[in-house]
């Protein structure tokens, strides 16, 4: 940029610095795409009905599903969405209607920090609150782990999408006679009403996809479970055990198991994209 | 009669006169209020519940004994954190080397130089990434960049660069570089989208400015752009950095998993968070367990700081210099 650099040296640093970023911008495609394809071919051929149904079976054995690993994220994130939800939401309806003073920014600037602890630190916690006092591992124990995960990622998301409820609107209200409280409840949370699930489909999306906080809360079983007080499974443990099992059978199972989870926390973005669209142009 | 159903009418108009007496109002801000209070408990029992759980370990070790000592021994009870906290700081600083110039170049690809006609489809390649699960990154590590490190890249790194220490050994894939590419792919997506939060909040007027004086695009970034939002990609980077300390699974399945400190990057290592993965469900001894825990609380305190610290100053930016200039 100094003065004696000619104007064809400046438009070349230009072009030339133009074209740099334009490749880093490809470059970030690589592993996408790498990662992608390679889950769709390798997993792809794993798929069938028994997979989804099934048991796992021991090595060698042909078949076998990851059934109740399925049924083991569902049900854990069933319990988060219990526990956590109602709560991220609120603190995030706190934070979009009252949160302007000094106590509110205090609550979203700790909501934004918790939003950045490493997941496998809540693992601890939630065997600190649960596994601890029960004295052996259990779904209930991965399920407020991945609560305590959802709550400040929630609050976040609905506070900013409540905000965007049109400031007329609530005006409107309150010029009509209605008091704040029933202004917040029918018309601003009732118009946010599609951000607020958005926010909780990304947490369950989120949430699906955890590893770390399950190892050693819900630890895993070869079994059904339904029972809160016992062990279960989960999608990501089966894929993470499969992996680093070495067995080539087991290898194409965590290939394909990944898949089924790419396509869960895929649906439920698309979900939460289509939700978000649609309630800005409400919003307009 | 007719008086009750009046009182009643009075009771119902009083219920829903607006102001600062009503009932309603009362119990709704102080329903919200206490929500908001739980966001406060949450942190407040992460805290007291990692402490309790380390607590047996501080009977055994000082602080400073544990985080200098590299002898990682539960069969005899000794704990030392040091290996950990090389492998972490190592495979953390590789990830940011790798994935900052390239974080930065894309966010000014996306708010500068790509067509603004284009605008947040270009956005959809970063919010897939940052949608993978980090399971499915350790799987896609361990099957196709752990065997092209080793097979292509530590070989070629090693042949021209073998005189450095960083490229000394026989490469077998597992290790630093592996954990450290891993992360970089990870990070990227936070990196990014929080650097073109910052550079979209530069007023129009600057880059104007400097493009109507001659700059050419790139000088107008320089100028205008860079500056105005440096603290805030500062941030970002340290939003990444804290992403990458405590991201577990990926770097679990690609470390190697082996308590060692070496100057190589081709050579096995270990993590914080990956050593608190492998070894607490079978941890038997509370002070085991502890030492797990204190591992899980100097991470939790580091990451604390340092998101901290990029809340701060990505805020900073975000409300533009009058707020800096008070």
Same mark, same amino acid.
């Given at each position: 940029?100094?003065?004696?650099?000619?104007?064809?040296?400046?438009?070349?640093?230009?072009?030339?610095?133009?074209? /740099?970023?334009?490749?880093?911008?490809?470059?970030?495609?690589?592993?996408?795409?790498?990662?992608?394809?390679?889950?769709?071919?390798?997993?792809?051929?794993?798929?069938?009905?028994?997979?989804?149904?099934?048991?796992?079976?021991?090595?060698?054995?042909?078949?076998?599903?990851?059934?109740?690993?399925?049924?083991?994220?569902?049900?854990?994130?069933?319990?988060?969405?219990?526990?956590?939800?109602? /709560?991220?939401?609120?603190?995030?309806?706190?934070?979009?209607?009252?949160?302007?003073?000094?106590?509110?920014?205090?609550?979203?600037?700790?909501?934004?920090?918790?939003?950045?602890?490493?997941?496998?630190?809540?693992?601890?916690?939630?065997?600190?609150?649960?596994?601890?006092?029960?004295?052996?591992?259990?779904?209930?124990?991965?399920?407020?782990?991945?609560?305590?995960?959802?709550?400040?990622?929630?609050?976040?998301?609905?506070?900013?999408?409540?905000?965007?409820?049109?400031?007329?609107?609530?005006?409107?209200?309150?010029?009509?006679?209605?008091?704040?409280?029933?202004?917040?409840?029918?018309?601003?949370?009732?118009?946010?009403?599609?951000?607020?699930?958005?926010?909780?489909?990304?947490?369950?999306?989120?949430?699906?996809?955890?590893?770390?906080?399950?190892?050693?809360?819900?630890?895993?079983?070869?079994?059904?479970?339904?029972?809160?007080?016992?062990?279960?499974?989960?999608?990501?443990?089966?894929?993470?055990?499969?992996?680093?099992?070495?067995?080539?059978?087991?290898?194409?199972?965590?290939?394909?198991?990944?898949?089924?989870?790419?396509?869960?926390?895929?649906?439920?973005?698309?979900?939460?994209?289509?939700?978000?669209?649609?309630?800005?142009?409400?919003?307009? | 009669?007719?008086?009750?159903?009046?009182?009643?009418?009075?009771?119902?108009?009083?219920?829903?006169?607006?102001?600062?007496?009503?009932?309603?109002?009362?119990?709704?801000?102080?329903?919200?209020?206490?929500?908001?209070?739980?966001?406060?408990?949450?942190?407040?029992?992460?805290?007291?519940?990692?402490?309790?759980?380390?607590?047996?370990?501080?009977?055994?070790?000082?602080?400073?004994?544990?985080?200098?000592?590299?002898?990682?021994?539960?069969?005899?009870?000794?704990?030392?954190?040091?290996?950990?906290?090389?492998?972490?700081?190592?495979?953390?600083?590789?990830?940011?080397?790798?994935?900052?110039?390239?974080?930065?170049?894309?966010?000014?690809?996306?708010?500068?130089?790509?067509?603004?006609?284009?605008?947040?489809?270009?956005?959809?390649?970063?919010?897939?990434?940052?949608?993978?699960?980090?399971?499915?990154?350790?799987?896609?590590?361990?099957?196709?960049?752990?065997?092209?490190?080793?097979?292509?890249?530590?070989?070629?790194?090693?042949?021209?660069?073998?005189?450095?220490?960083?490229?000394?050994?026989?490469?077998?894939?597992?290790?630093?570089?592996?954990?450290?590419?891993?992360?970089?792919?990870?990070?990227?997506?936070?990196?990014?989208?929080?650097?073109?939060?910052?550079?979209?909040?530069?007023?129009?007027?600057?880059?104007?400015?400097?493009?109507?004086?001659?700059?050419?695009?790139?000088?107008?970034?320089?100028?205008?752009?860079?500056?105005?939002?440096?603290?805030?990609?500062?941030?970002?980077?340290?939003?990444?950095?804290?992403?990458?300390?405590?991201?577990?699974?990926?770097?679990?399945?690609?470390?190697?998993?082996?308590?060692?400190?070496?100057?190589?990057?081709?050579?096995?290592?270990?993590?914080?968070?990956?050593?608190?993965?492998?070894?607490?469900?079978?941890?038997?001894?509370?002070?085991?367990?502890?030492?797990?825990?204190?591992?899980?609380?100097?991470?939790?305190?580091?990451?604390?700081?340092?998101?901290?610290?990029?809340?701060?100053?990505?805020?900073?930016?975000?409300?533009?210099?009058?707020?800096?200039?008070?």
């Amino acid at each position: 940029m100094s003065l004696h650099s000619s104007f064809t040296y400046r438009k070349a640093v230009d072009r030339g610095m133009a074209g /740099l970023c334009a490749v880093f911008f490809a470059l970030a495609f690589v592993p996408l795409i790498s990662v992608l394809w390679l889950v769709i071919s390798k997993g792809a051929a794993g798929l069938s009905w028994g997979f989804f149904t099934q048991l796992p079976k021991p090595v060698g054995e042909e078949g076998g599903g990851i059934g109740n690993a399925l049924i083991g994220t569902l049900f854990m994130v069933g319990i988060a969405c219990v526990a956590g939800l109602p /709560l991220g939401v609120g603190a995030g309806i706190y934070l979009a209607e009252k949160g302007d003073g000094t106590f509110g920014s205090t609550v979203r600037f700790v909501a934004e920090v918790l939003s950045g602890v490493p997941s496998i630190v809540v693992g601890i916690v939630a065997y600190a609150l649960v596994v601890k006092p029960m004295g052996h591992f259990s779904a209930l124990a991965g399920g407020v782990a991945l609560a305590i995960l959802m709550i400040p990622t929630v609050a976040r998301t609905t506070e900013e999408l409540v905000r965007l409820v049109p400031g007329s609107l609530r005006e409107a209200s309150l010029a009509l006679g209605v008091p704040n409280w029933k202004t917040s409840l029918r018309v601003i949370i009732r118009t946010a009403m599609g951000g607020i699930v958005t926010a909780c489909l990304l947490a369950v999306a989120r949430a699906a996809g955890e590893t770390a906080p399950l190892i050693f809360t819900a630890l895993n079983n070869q079994y059904w479970n339904v029972d809160p007080r016992a062990p279960t499974a989960s999608l990501t443990v089966a894929i993470y055990n499969y992996a680093i099992s070495p067995y080539d059978d087991w290898h194409a199972k965590a290939w394909t198991a990944s898949l089924v989870l790419l396509i869960v926390v895929g649906l439920l973005n698309i979900a939460s994209r289509y939700l978000t669209r649609s309630r800005l142009k409400g919003a307009r | 009669m007719a008086e009750a159903a009046g009182n009643l009418a009075v009771e119902a108009a009083e219920e829903n006169r607006p102001g600062p007496g009503n009932v309603g109002d009362r119990v709704f801000n102080g329903t919200l209020w206490a929500l908001g209070v739980m966001v406060l408990v949450v942190a407040g029992l992460i805290v007291l519940n990692l402490a309790l759980v380390a607590r047996p370990l501080a009977k055994e070790h000082s602080l400073w004994g544990f985080i200098t000592s590299s002898e990682w021994n539960p069969v005899d009870d000794r704990y030392g954190a040091l290996p950990f906290l090389y492998g972490t700081l190592v495979t953390s600083a590789l990830s940011i080397l790798m994935a900052v110039p390239v974080a930065i170049g894309l966010a000014l690809f996306i708010t500068q130089f790509a067509p603004a006609k284009l605008g947040r489809v270009l956005t959809i390649p970063v919010e897939l990434l940052a949608a993978i699960p980090s399971v499915v990154y350790g799987l896609w590590g361990l099957f196709i960049v752990v065997p092209w490190l080793r097979e292509s890249i530590q070989p070629w790194l090693g042949r021209h660069f073998g005189f450095l220490p960083l490229f000394q050994g026989p490469p077998i894939g597992l290790g630093f570089l592996a954990a450290g590419a891993i992360l970089a792919v990870m990070i990227l997506p936070t990196v990014v989208s929080v650097s073109v939060e910052v550079m979209k909040t530069t007023p129009e007027a600057n880059r104007e400015a400097a493009l109507a004086l001659g700059a050419t695009k790139w000088e107008a970034v320089m100028l205008a752009v860079i500056p105005y939002s440096r603290a805030g990609i500062l941030g970002a980077v340290l939003l990444g950095l804290g992403r990458a300390l405590g991201e577990t699974m990926a770097v679990t399945m690609v470390i190697g998993n082996s308590p060692r400190i070496s100057a190589s990057l081709f050579a096995a290592g270990y993590s914080l968070p990956a050593v608190i993965a492998n070894e607490f469900a079978e941890a038997v001894s509370d002070v085991h367990i502890g030492a797990l825990a204190g591992l899980g609380l100097i991470l939790f305190a580091t990451t604390f700081l340092l998101n901290a610290g990029a809340r701060i100053l990505v805020t900073a930016v975000q409300k533009g210099p009058s707020r800096i200039s008070g």
